[in-house]
């Protein structure tokens, strides 16, 4: 599995990860101890923040461009 880091919009800091929820696995747990995850928990929010800074600890969702569709 690749691991991304992207760029936190708080402190600007290339320590971005993606938020894992749901029972992590033993390789998920290693993962979030080398800083390359993060553990969200077992409930899924679809509301809920999908990318966490391990500097600063900020957590934000992914804006996301909204696709429209004209049918005719």
Request: aromatic share 6%; charged share 30%.
């Given at each position: 599995?690749?691991?991304?880091?992207?760029?936190c919009p708080a402190c600007k800091?290339?320590?971005?990860?993606d938020i894992l929820y749901g029972m992590p696995?033993?390789?998920a747990f290693e993962m979030a101890e080398r800083k390359e995850i993060?553990?969200?928990g077992?409930?899924?929010?679809?509301?809920g923040?999908?990318?966490?800074?391990?500097?600063?600890?900020?957590?934000w969702r992914i804006k996301r461009q909204e696709?429209?569709?004209?049918f005719k």
């Open positions: 599995m690749s691991v991304r880091k992207y760029v800091q290339k320590t971005g990860v696995s033993h390789e993060a553990l969200g077992c409930c899924i929010d679809i509301e923040p999908e990318r966490s800074c391990t500097s600063c600890g900020h957590e696709i429209k569709f004209e």
